[in-house]
């Protein structure tokens, strides 16, 4: 019940973009760890292996992965795709396991909310949150290219010596690629961002010009 109560609240603020979008996950990623916090770190490790699990599932198989990204479905599909969801979650032979409740009901609540499409961003927010209980900084590096391995190099080293990593047990950095950032480089650690990206200064230039433009327009109408 207090699990479905944060989540739900998590929906009372909502925003249009990447930024407002992740910044909803999140909410939904406090919500489950804190729930499963309040039982034991061995319902963290649980509650972390069924959402990767669920998650590989969807990445592997078509028919899960419309099914997630599908907010208009009925009731009735919703819940036969939840059904199978929780089923790769639990495994299969010897080592099958029931699903626990916390993730059975943050699914059941993204679905009630259509909010499933969250759910990457809800697990990788999940596993930071994870990262962090336990020592671990996880940072990555969003490049337009894979960068090459000497600048991922010199990027590691300079992690290394800062004040973050240095707090931390173990630091483990990741490259991924999105052609979207243009040029240039977007740091992600814990629920910080650096944005060194060039279509984020394509952005500020538009919206500069915008500024601008709106300025000459008012000069030239009060003449």
Known sequence: ???????RAATASTGLGRRAASALALKYSHAIFNAALAKSPQTINKVQTEL?????AVKDAPQLSSFVSNPTLSMKDRIAGLSVLYAAAEGTGAKKEPVSEITKNIFVVLSENGRLAEMQGVIDGFNELVAGYKGELTV????????????????ETAL???????????????????PAVLGGIVV????????????????KLNSLLQLNSGLIVYTSESV
Do not use: C, E, H, W
């Not at 992600?188 to 952005?203: C, I, P, Q, Y």
């Open 52 to 56: 990767n699990t669920i998650a590989t």
């Open 188 to 203: 992600d650690f814990g629920d910080k961002t650096l944005d060194l990206s060039v279509a984020s200064r394509v952005t």
């Open 160 to 178: 290394k010596n800062s004040q973050a990593a240095q707090q931390s047990k173990s630091l483990k950095v990741a490259n991924k690629v999105n």
């Open 140 to 155: 990555t590096i969003t490049s337009a290219a894979p960068l090459p391995r000497d600048v991922q190099t010199r990027l």
């Open 1 to 7: 019940m207090l699990l479905s109560t944060s989540v």
